[in-house]
């Protein structure tokens, strides 16, 4: 389980056929083989993690075919992009976001992204069916693996306003148009909404 505070952004290169390594800035010394790091908000088991000097690590990451599927990451391997990592909730941390469990509900693209003079405007496609109902304003949702908050809502399209810290730390800074994101649906609202 995480809380979608992202704490470094890292890079992932193919190792080999199904396995990958991911370098990064992330203090990593208190994670055992076997611990769980959100990359781009996709819960994967660490293995082979090492040391690189006093301030770098790498592990390495088994992906398979339906993860790439269904996520954005094999666009971010392919085209050398960055990724939001963090590591998982211990107790006794401070919980910031909200619950992410690190299981992606689905994919969508950028459709436009606008500085305003304090703030980022990021707007998304909407096309998600019956999974419309989690996008609400003022609800959460994970992209990439950020804990964010839905400022607006229309017909085609949810907004997120996003503020200097965020943007500075995460791999918002680099997303163009038309760019693959991750999905998270807020998982508390989908017993609610079942519920009903």
Do not use: P
């Amino acid at each position: 389980m995480f809380t979608g505070i992202i704490q470094d952004l890292a890079t992932i290169k193919t190792k080999e056929e199904g396995l990958y390594q991911i370098s990064t800035n992330l203090d990593l010394s208190k994670c055992k083989e076997g611990s769980s790091i959100s990359c781009n908000g996709v819960c994967l088991t660490a293995k082979n993690i090492t040391q690189i000097d006093n301030k770098s690590f790498s592990f390495e990451v088994n992906i398979g075919e339906e993860t790439l599927h269904r996520t954005n990451l094999a666009n971010s391997i392919l085209k050398n992009q960055k990724i939001n990592l963090e590591k998982s909730l211990q107790i006794g941390d401070e919980i910031s976001g909200h619950f992410v469990y690190g299981h992606i509900d689905t994919t969508t693209t950028v459709s436009e992204i606008l500085k305003l003079d304090n703030s980022w405007e990021y707007h998304f496609e909407k096309k998600f069916n019956k999974k419309n109902r989690f996008v609400v304003e003022k609800g959460s949702i994970s992209i990439n693996g950020i804990s964010l908050t839905i400022a607006k809502v229309e017909n085609n399209t949810f907004m997120i306003s996003v503020i200097d810290h965020t943007f500075n730390h995460t791999n918002l800074k680099f997303l163009n148009k038309s760019d693959k994101v991750n999905i998270e649906f807020d998982y508390f609202a989908r017993f609610i909404l079942n519920n009903e």
